[in-house]
């Protein structure tokens, strides 16, 4: 019999041969596990029988075993690979290993059960112990179990000692709900990246307490010297109750020591598909501006949007496709998207195409400077609503190309403009720029006169009484991230290694991120009656310097150290600060608190249609002087600074 089983286990060996042949240069053969077991259940028999000999007062002597027990044993191994016990990984082993250990130790003891009854009945003679069976029952669980559990626990601190060195400090702001859940899964992750050492608690209820084993320590202090007192390198903030100052503050404190921040997402909002420390954020520039967000009526952008025509000029451009963007998720029933730039073009094409598969939108390469093209876009397609985005922004370009500007800002602003009125689109909504308030620069006198252009047809749509279109416009300061603004340039010159360039120490500006900016262009659209330029509260104004310390602080450096900063000069055209207002400007208020609407005068559509017709003619003639001359005519409160236009300022009574 003992030979029919051996010969029954080899079978199953054979037959399960590719199953245990498990290759992998990071875990454990499932062969050799399987002759761990079978070593523990030797093992566990031994004891048993030392056991049983205490117990019934024997002395015990032999170390062998008896052909009785070995078939005990075999039994356990076969069930074993009937159960596929060895398939775990030892260092990921759970209660479902335990439950399968269990099964299989079950099945040993009823099949042992019925040989023996089955030996008894045909011999009439007992072929083991009955309490023996369950003792070795009992005893190889524990062995089994327990290993793992050693193995495992083994593993983790090895582990843990081995990721030491490599893993980050960090200290966790927050005790709510939140706090923990993050810190329970990073220190859960494999492989793991941080090492949390504590929480901070600003309120002080919890001092003297723990969670998860860790100290709650009250924030009596700043940030930083909690982080020096713990060896932290890193904060994780956590708590979602914290207020844009409290949460500045804190960034301030920990950058001005050069310590890193991170920004950990909710639990509520973690793909569960990636891992929790790749969504574990740094701390960028957008977190530690000194400006509450935004907060927009969506029910009437919608209203707004919603199965229309949406025609976007510039469309490829940083705030054109943000706006594009924007205005897909609202589901209107066209979504025309136009520029000139053919790779941008085709990028935002991509992206819509992925992110919106349903839209039914249309890609147009076309020149806003080009009316003909326009009207031909016009007739095809009939835009209920048009978002004017395309345009020229870069001052000291355009101070160098003053007809481009002529060209690009006026004259594809009036373009659209005309078209928008002739075809009688509902609403016409032009981005502009809080630099075309008192213009210091050839591209912010170009802004201001397509507003006075904008405005003067608004006048003429009033009288009338056959067109309704409604002309808007949105004005706001600089906009981090957008195509050749100061962010992007100083994040560039970090990688090169510094320095950074500013081009005077002093210099202020306001800034916005660019989905803010284009939410706004979008609500301006809903709430503007026409005629209106809505303005709005951008907070408090950043002095440039501040900002490259920050932004180099945030790349891990340390201002005037690692990373230089360099004062190159005004550039032409460049004010210290922007304006949002004139002088001769006043405000209305809306009913969102953030947004206002500004007062200024208004032009006769006659006389600044003729004012940029002679425009026009000059900037054909390439005489920078004579075009420049022109516009400063048209806004006598166009000011050069530091530029050669300068000149013709004190002509301009």
Same mark, same amino acid.
């Given at each position: ?201 600003? %309120?002080? +209820? ?9 100290? #709650? &320590?009250?924030?009596? $202090? @700043?940030?930083? !010297? *909690? ?123 991509? %992206?819509? +195409? ?9 890609? #147009? &390469?076309?020149?806003? $400077? @080009?009316?003909? !093209? *326009? ?124 320095p950074l360039t500013i081009t005077h120490p002093d210099i202020i500006r306001y800034f916005m991120t660019i989905p803010e900016a284009c939410q706004l262009v979008l609500e301006a659209g809903a709430m503007g009656n026409g005629g209106e330029i809505f303005i709005f509260d951008m907070g408090k104004a950043v002095k440039i310097i501040d900002l490259a310390k920050k932004i180099i602080r945030l790349a891990g450096f340390t201002p005037y150290k690692e990373i230089d ?89």
């Amino acid at each position: 019999m003992l030979k029919q089983l051996k010969q029954a286990l080899i079978q199953v060996l054979k037959s399960t041969k590719k199953k245990i042949d498990f290759k992998n240069v990071n875990y454990l053969p499932r062969w050799a596990i399987l002759c761990f077991d079978s070593i523990i259940l030797i093992m566990s028999l031994f004891f048993t029988k030392i056991i049983v000999s205490k117990i019934q007062k024997a002395a015990f002597f032999s170390l062998g075993f008896s052909n009785e027990e070995l078939i005990i044993v075999l039994l356990n191994i076969l069930f074993f690979i009937l159960f596929r016990t060895y398939a775990g990984l030892i260092r990921h082993s759970t209660f479902i290993d335990a439950a399968k250990f269990f099964l299989a130790t079950t099945a040993t003891i009823l099949a042992a059960i019925s040989i023996y009854y089955g030996y008894l009945l045909i011999l009439g003679d007992e072929l083991f112990s009955i309490p023996q069976l369950f003792i070795y029952s009992i005893v190889s669980f524990c062995g089994l179990f327990l290993f793992r559990i050693m193995v495992k626990q083994v593993f983790e601190v090895y582990q843990r000692y081995s990721e030491s060195e490599a893993n980050l400090n960090v200290l966790i702001y927050g005790t709510d709900e939140n706090a923990i859940a993050i810190a329970s899964a990073l220190r859960s992750e494999k492989p793991s990246r941080y090492k949390v050492l504590g929480f901070i608690d600003k %309120e002080g +209820k919890n001092k003297s307490k723990e969670i998860l084993g860790l100290p #709650i &320590i009250f924030l009596k $202090r @700043k940030t930083a !010297v *909690l982080l020096r007192i713990f060896n932290a390198q890193a904060l994780i903030i956590a708590d979602g109750t914290l207020t844009k100052e409290e949460n500045i503050k804190i960034v301030d404190s920990c950058l001005e020591h050069n310590y890193k921040v991170f920004r950990a997402p909710l639990i509520s909002d973690i793909e569960t598909t990636t891992n929790l420390s790749n969504q574990i954020q740094k701390i960028q520039i957008e977190d530690i501006l000194e400006r509450d967000p935004i907060k927009l009526d969506n029910k009437l952008v919608a209203k707004e949007i919603f199965n229309k025509c949406i025609l976007v000029t510039g469309g490829a451009g940083s705030i054109g496709s943000e706006i594009v963007r924007q205005v897909a998720s609202y589901k209107p029933s066209k979504l025309l998207i136009l520029d000139q730039a053919e790779s941008p073009l085709y990028n935002i094409q991509l %992206e819509i +195409k992925q992110n919106f598969p349903d839209l039914n939108y249309e890609a #147009i &390469i076309a020149d806003v $400077r @080009k009316v003909e !093209v *326009l009207e031909d876009i016009f007739k095809k397609y009939k835009p209920q609503v048009v978002y004017h985005a395309a345009a020229y922004k870069h001052v000291p370009l355009m101070e160098r190309h003053p007809s481009e500007a002529i060209f690009a800002n006026i004259l594809g602003s009036k373009n659209v403009a005309d078209l928008s009125y002739k075809f009688k689109v509902e609403k016409f909504v032009m981005v502009s720029t809080d630099k075309a308030v008192n213009p210091s620069n050839v591209m912010g006198a170009s802004k201001r006169i397509a507003e006075i252009y904008v405005q003067a047809l608004q006048n003429k749509a009033i009288l009338d009484t056959k067109n309704k279109t409604q002309f808007v416009t949105t004005r706001f300061g600089n906009v981090l991230g957008s195509n050749g603004s100061v962010v992007p340039l100083f994040k560039r010159q970090i990688e090169e290694g510094g320095p950074l360039t500013i081009t005077h120490p002093d210099i202020i500006r306001y800034f916005m991120t660019i989905p803010e900016a284009c939410q706004l262009v979008l609500e301006a659209g809903a709430m503007g009656n026409g005629g209106e330029i809505f303005i709005f509260d951008m907070g408090k104004a950043v002095k440039i310097i501040d900002l490259a310390k920050k932004i180099i602080r945030l790349a891990g450096f340390t201002p005037y150290k690692e990373i230089d900063i360099k004062v190159v000069g005004l550039r032409p055209g460049e004010k210290l600060y922007e304006e949002l207002l004139s002088d001769k400007s006043t405000t209305l208020p809306t009913y969102n608190e953030k947004i206002m609407i500004a007062k200024v005068e208004n032009c006769s559509h006659l006389q600044i249609n003729k004012d940029i017709q002679e425009l026009l003619l000059l900037a054909k003639e390439e005489d920078k002087n004579i075009m420049v001359k022109k516009m400063k005519e048209i806004v006598p409160e166009f000011l050069s600074m530091n530029s050669d236009f300068e000149v013709f300022d004190k002509k301009i009574v």
